[in-house]
């Protein structure tokens, strides 16, 4: 592959994997442009998770493979940050220490660390659980964590996997908004999963629809609407509805 | 006006529930006590009174007197108090504390790396069902019946929950947090450092605290075979010479260091997994 000036963040190519018998992702192919945001949307168990952990190599793929910066996927080589679906902050750092914890495996220098960490518990309005444990908060403020843990990792490949999910609407607003600002801010490219239609279209540049397993990319929609947006625009509505037409024979 | 006195009202609640909360605890405690001073007093009067044969029982109150005396009598069994207890601790200590230093790693390790698992796991499966004072006659063979062989009987019995424990504990790791760790670039050896034992520490202190246990219960039979000082060689000469004050004193003692070592290791415990209980 020699491919290292190309545009493309991420290329995947004929990408299939199984487990077991199971078929999840058939022959996917697609590339996400550098300082693109990208939402995935698609059926529950149609293998979203699944490509996301096929790019950082926590599954490898069974055909086809994917590319970072022209390279093999390796998250030992590439800056990415990944905000699992599932709680992952370690129970037993406070939240200092879990926002502090990507950035010294790293091996960033402490003075750099200090600042950064500083800036995300202002940024996420963390200060009052600075020294709190994760299971002394509640879901949505200990998942404000993983967010910042992940965003403190300044990425340039942002992976969030539903990453709202859990959270009230006005933490979620708030949030979009917060990724939207740190995506321009640091040009980092962002794959978004979710559920939600509507945050798909306030977010994403691109809108990639999976197909039930085993899954396959039914659709791309652009969205080409300056941030921030505005839900009640018709244009807006009108995106909503037609993603929304699209995926309702799963 | 009607909210002011809600909330004196409320407030009266509240204190009135602390202090009965308080006042439970304090009968709590109260009646712990008392349970041992009858329990205690029962067996004194039981004595006296010669409800009992003085060959099978000692009171309390010889115990107590015999303790005063053993501190710097060595008779009947050839050492003072002081003595028995150090042989003991010294023992109880070299094989506990080897059992740790090597059951936990290697727990750990075989937990973590699949070859290591592997390569150690069928000759542990072997070593793990043999009952440790099943070594007793072997080790007196090879190594005689001085500190070396009590501790080395010592260490198999604590050396295994430590083992089993640790390889549980670690094996038990959230996935996901293997894969925060994994997107960080991690390697393995971070991972399972930075991962993998804090997660196990729970399993662990587990682990040791049985290990202490056994350690302690083992100590006092190996002593009973093959010593020549030691509180549980105290025992068996209590009973050669027919003394159940010594006998009794013995039993005493070893509960009570047993106890100080249970909560000097929770104390240990409450450092390292503080988090849990904020
Ligand atoms: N490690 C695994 N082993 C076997 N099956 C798996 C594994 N991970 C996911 N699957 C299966 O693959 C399918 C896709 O899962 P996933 O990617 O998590 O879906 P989603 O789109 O909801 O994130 C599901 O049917 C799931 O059961
Ligand atoms: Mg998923």
């Known amino acids: 592959m020699n491919k290292k000036n190309s545009d493309y963040k991420v290329e995947v190519k004929n990408l299939t994997k199984y487990f077991g018998d199971l078929h999840v992702l058939d022959d ?7 300082g693109e945001f990208v939402c995935v949307v698609g059926p529950t168990g149609c293998g979203k998770t699944t ?145 939600n239609i509507e945050e798909a279209v306030y977010l994403a540049e691109r809108v990639l629809i999976l197909t039930n397993k085993p899954a396959t990319i039914k659709e791309e929609v652009v969205i080409d609407m300056p941030h921030p947006r505005d839900v009640s625009d018709p244009k807006f509505i009108e995106l909503r509805k037609y993603i929304t037409s699209q995926i309702k024979w799963w | ?31 712990s006590v008392v349970g041992i001073l009858s329990f205690l007093l029962l067996w004194q009067i039981s004595v006296s009174m010669e409800w009992v044969n003085q060959k099978f029982l000692a009171s309390p109150m010889q115990v107590l007197n015999l303790f005063l005396v053993k501190l710097t009598d060595a008779s009947p069994d050839g050492n003072t108090l002081g003595m028995n207890v150090l042989a003991s601790l010294q023992v109880s200590l070299t094989g506990f504390t080897l059992a740790v230093c090597i059951g ?30 099943s070594w ?44 925060v760790a994994k997107t960080c670039g991690a390697s393995n050896f971070t991972i399972f450092w930075k991962i993998g034992i804090p997660s196990s520490m729970t399993m662990v202190f587990t682990g040791i605290k049985v290990a202490l246990g056994n350690a302690w219960s ?46 000097l290791l929770n104390i240990a415990e409450s450092k390292v997994l503080g988090w849990k209980k904020v």
């Open chain 2, 136 to 179: 007793i006659p072997l080790i007196i063979v090879w190594l005689g019946i001085g500190l070396q062989a009590k501790a080395f009987i010592v260490f198999f019995s604590a050396f295994v929950p430590c083992v089993i424990n640790s390889y549980t504990g670690i094996r038990q790791t959230v996935p996901v947090l293997i894969n």
């Open chain 2, 104 to 133: 936990v790693p290697l727990g750990l390790l075989m937990g973590w790396y699949r070859g290591f698992d592997s390569l150690i796991r069928p000759i542990f499966e072997v070593v793990r069902p043999i009952p440790p004072v």
């Open chain 2, 218 to 263: 083992t100590l006092v039979a190996a002593e009973m075979l093959a010593a020549s000082a030691g509180l549980g060689y105290m025992i068996l000469m209590g009973r050669q010479f027919a003394r159940p004050d010594i006998i009794i004193l013995g039993i005493t003692v070893i509960g009570a260091i047993g106890m100080l070592f249970s909560s």
């Open chain 1, 51 to 195: 490509f996301l952990n096929l790019l950082t190599r926590i599954y490898y793929p069974t055909e086809g493979d994917l590319y970072i910066d022209g390279e093999s996927a390796d998250p030992k080589k590439h800056n990415l940050a990944f905000v699992f679906q599932e709680p992952s902050s370690l129970p037993w750092l406070t939240v200092e220490k879990n926002l502090r914890f990507g950035l010294e495996l790293k091996k960033v220098p402490k003075s750099e660390i200090d600042r950064r960490v500083e800036e995300i518990i202002r940024l996420l309005g963390l200060e009052q659980f600075r020294n709190s444990y994760p299971h002394q908060l509640s879901v949505s403020t200990a998942q404000r964590i993983i967010i910042g843990r992940a965003f403190a990792m300044n990425p340039d490949l942002l992976l969030m996997d539903e990453p709202y999910g859990q959270m009230d609407v006005k933490l979620r607003f708030y949030l979009e908004d917060e990724v939207i600002r740190l995506w321009k801010e640091l040009g980092s490219t962002v794959v978004f999963i979710t559920h």
């Open chain 2, 1 to 31: 006006m009607n909210g002011k006195v809600k909330e004196s009202g409320l407030g009266l609640d509240v204190e009135e529930f602390k202090r009965k909360k308080q006042k439970n605890a304090y009968m709590m405690t109260m009646l």
């Open chain 1, 28 to 34: 996917i192919s697609f590339n996400i442009k550098k």
